[in-house]
Every structure is written in structure tokens, then in C-alpha cells.
T-cell receptor, first 112, second 114 residues
Framework: SQQGEEDPQALSIQEGENATMNCSYK?????LQWYRQNSGRGLVHLILIRSNEREKHSGRLRVTLDTSKKSSSLLITASRAADTASYFCATDPEGSQGNLIFGKGTKLSVKP | DTEVTQTPKHLVMGMTNKKSLKCEQH?????MYWYKQKAKKPPELMFV???????INESVPSRFSPECPNSSLLNLHLHALQPEDSALYLC?????????????FGPGTRLTVT
């Protein structure tokens, strides 16, 4: 069953611009994670934010979590062509014992 | 070593064949996962092993048979697959099968069933 829903489905920006992706989910969660997937490859973990956290930073990444709205956002600042990939949010619903449910993903294209 | 390896990278098999996908990690993780990902779709959980015991089977058809020979290895045995089973099969591992641990993914096996 699908839990997360990313928005937009696709995003095209110029190098140096910021990219913002949003994720909405339906049930209470233990944590929310963001992953990146280059075309046809495995997923790479980017950042994990717990349900009691509101904001987290990692390098050029900034993630926010609003549990009252059941939504999260991923901001990539000063984007690079190498950031071109699909980005997925994955929720760990309460009671799921760590089983992640992935959203549909946002396909980001960064043009040089 | 934070790597999860998967073999083979590509596999083409007929509907009557038997084949196996292999996954290995040496991070000491106690939870391992199989996901199926169709083109332009998110990964879908198939199986979860925790401490070498099958914890989750997400209603996967019996033509897929998982096996965890030891804490570092995870296999997925395939038999009598259908063309709709063609997909990217991803293996992942995490420190434990509980909340607050990120999953490390392998590069996947691209499976084509003819």
C-alpha cells in the first residue's frame, strides 16, 4: 500500500537553482526518510528525520517535517547536474516495525 | 564497508527456468530486504529477514522463494516466472528491523522474463 505522495512528479531546473520536493503521507509515522535513485540503479539514503524533529540539515540538503499536516519537504540548494535523479520519500509507519513505504517519487532534472 | 552487492546485474530467463538472485552485505546488519521495482514506480517490499528469520512476506507469489543462508547473504530463488515479473529487484539491509535505521541498497538485478 502506498503511503507517501511526492509533489511535483517531475521538476526541471538550471544548475545553481534550488529544488524543493514535497511529500505527503496518510498515517502516523516513526520517521520519514529521503532516498535518491539514479536511473536504473539502487537507492541511496539521504536523510532521516524522526517524528519529533521538525528540521534537519545535511550538506546542501534541508528536510522539514510537519506531522500535523502529515507532510515533509526536501530542499536541495545550489543544485548541480549530478543531482539529476529520482527522489523518494519513505515513511516508517507506527506499528510497521521498520518496514518502509515509498512514495511515487519526484524526477529531478538539473540542466548545466 | 558500507556496500551491498547483488549478482547478477542483469538476468534474462524464460518462464520455465529456475534462477537465483544473490545479495551480500558485510556491515553486520541483522535485517535484510527484497524489493521489486517496476519502471517509473517506487520500490515495493517483498520480503524481510530479521536475524536470518523471515519476518515479512508481503503476499508474494510462491514462484518467488527467499532464503537467508547466513547473516551476510540473502538469496531470491525464481521459478516459473511470468513476463509481468520483469522488474528491477533490489536488496537492502539495515542495522536492525526496527524504526530509525536507514536502509542500504544494492545496485539491483534487472530481470527480464521472456
Amino acid at each position: 500500500s502506498q503511503q507517501g505522495e511526492e509533489d511535483p512528479q517531475a521538476l526541471s531546473i538550471q544548475e545553481g537553482e534550488n529544488a524543493t520536493m514535497n511529500c505527503s503521507y496518510k498515517t502516523s509515522i516513526n520517521n520519514l526518510q529521503w532516498y535518491r535513485q539514479n536511473s536504473g540503479r539502487g537507492l541511496v539514503h539521504l536523510i532521516l528525520i524522526r517524528s519529533n524533529e521538525r528540521e534537519k540539515h545535511s550538506g546542501r540538503l534541508r528536510v522539514t517535517l510537519d506531522t500535523s499536516k502529515k507532510s515533509s519537504s526536501l530542499l536541495i540548494t545550489a543544485s548541480r547536474a549530478a543531482d539529476t535523479a529520482s527522489y523518494f520519500c519513505a515513511t516508517d509507519p507506527e506499528g510497521s516495525q521498520g518496514n518502509l513505504i515509498f512514495g511515487k517519487g519526484t524526477k529531478l532534472s538539473v540542466k548545466p | 564497508d558500507t556496500e551491498v552487492t547483488q549478482t547478477p546485474k542483469h538476468l534474462v530467463m524464460g518462464m520455465t527456468n529456475k534462477k537465483s538472485l544473490k545479495c551480500e552485505q558485510h556491515m553486520g546488519h541483522r535485517a535484510m530486504y527484497w524489493y521489486k521495482q517496476k519502471a517509473k514506480k517506487p520500490p515495493e517490499l517483498m520480503f524481510v529477514y530479521s536475524y536470518e528469520k523471515l519476518s515479512i512476506n508481503e503476499s508474494v507469489p510462491s514462484r518467488f522463494s527467499p532464503e537467508c543462508p547466513n547473516s551476510s547473504l540473502l538469496n531470491l530463488h525464481l521459478h516459473a516466472l511470468q513476463p509481468e515479473d520483469s522488474a528491477l529487484y533490489l536488496c537492502a539491509s539495515s542495522q536492525e528491523r526496527v524504526q530509525s535505521y536507514e536502509q542500504y541498497f544494492g545496485p539491483g538485478t534487472r530481470l527480464t522474463v521472456t
